[in-house]
């Protein structure tokens, strides 16, 4: 059997997929000695596992995110093949950053494949989620619109915040988000090299301007290392336009420049000359 919890929605995706496991344990295995968790890395260490039987429940689980994405033709024909003689002894369960497309579950013809999609959320419906998520954790319903308002379709964000209100209530939102579009896009700038960044910088003149700086960098070497798994996916797929080398270095600068604004050896106007 193959269980896929996909799509650009990786936080509702990634919940899925704990929903599934738990519920796994607590009807089959309590102990949890009959799942696993393994490296998309190494796809044969999957395809050994299947068809190996537990000693503890009649099935087994196996998670393994992204293995789809990283399977060859070929490869995708031999995980079939061992899944349809295995029956549904072996559950194998995967999150995919991308719906898989049809070609690839056309493959899986003659295995039990269940594939929970998640489109990204926008407008009126990721506003609606906001508000449901929000009734869950005691936050106000005027309080959850203008998380949504201010995180735009951003999941992991909007969860960040709803928790932060639902723990109390008069805390300020992150301020990062007043103005994403113009600190944001300027960090971009930044590490994508353009010629006008340092004059956009000046202009700006926001305070947490470096820390943001930071944190994209950071974010951005994550992605190149290939540990990005909690990452929205519109973040994983801008950072993978910025260069290896400029990412690095951008980090080790604006590294120095927010140490040196915080520990007071540069002013602020003086920040911008260690970038």
Known sequence: MLIICSGPDTWHARKKARELMAAFKDKHDKTGFSTETLSSDDPNAVMS???TP???SPMRMIRCDGLLDGLKAAQVKLLAKRLQSDGDKTIVM???DEIPKEGVL???????VVNYSYPLLTGKAFEKWCVQRGAELNVAQVKAVEISQRNAGDVWQAEQELMKC??????QLAESDMDPGSVFDASDKYYFGQADWRSVFHALR????????LSQGR???RVQDNQAAKLPYFVIKKMQGYKPIRSLTGFFKAA???LASRTGLAASDEVDALL
């Open 49 to 51: 596992q299947i068809g």
């Open 54 to 56: 537990s000693i503890f």
């Open 256 to 258: 120095r420049a927010f």
């Open 219 to 221: 974010s951005a070497l």
């Open 106 to 112: 056309k493959e899986f013809k003659g295995v039990n």
């Open 206 to 213: 926001e305070e947490q301007l470096t820390s943001i700086v």
């Open 94 to 96: 995967s999150v995919e």
């Open 166 to 171: 639902g723990a109390y209530a008069g805390t």
